[in-house]
Nanobody
Framework: QVQLVESGGGLVQPGGSLRLSCAASGRFYSIYLMGWYRQAPGKQRELVATISSGGSANYVDSVKGRFTISRDNARNTVYLQMNSLKPDETAVYYC???????????WGQGTQVTVSS
């Protein structure tokens, strides 16, 4: 089993920044892939960014240049630095990890990000 604990959500004004964190714990040696999804009210869950164990990152086009995903393998933690936030990025942000290339994904409980003036 893997447990994920997210933090860092909150209320921010348009154009502001937030940093999300997600710490993984459980019975594993390393984590193959870590990432963030988001789900806005009335919309489908959307992949935001992923990062491999080697540090290779991928982003959805809408956040490129504004969001940065990173990870600390020693702490089994993934981060999402979000800059220049927009109101339509208000959503619940979910952390996800995949322990091996063939394993199922584990999900965090979600953290609310609200972008509003």
């Amino acid at each position: 089993q893997v447990q994920l604990v997210e933090s860092g959500g909150g209320l921010v004004q348009p154009g502001g920044s937030l940093r999300l964190s997600c710490a993984a714990s459980g019975r594993f040696y390393s984590i193959y892939l870590m990432g963030w999804y988001r789900q806005a009210p009335g919309k489908q869950r959307e992949l935001v960014a992923t990062i491999s164990s080697g540090g290779s990152a991928n982003y959805v086009d809408s956040v490129k240049g504004r969001f940065t995903i990173s990870r600390d393998n020693a702490r089994n933690t993934v981060y999402l630095q979000m800059n220049s936030l927009k109101p339509d990025e208000t959503a619940v942000y979910y952390c996800t990890v995949r322990i091996t290339v063939a394993s199922s994904d584990y999900w965090g409980q979600g953290t609310q990000v609200t972008v509003s003036s």
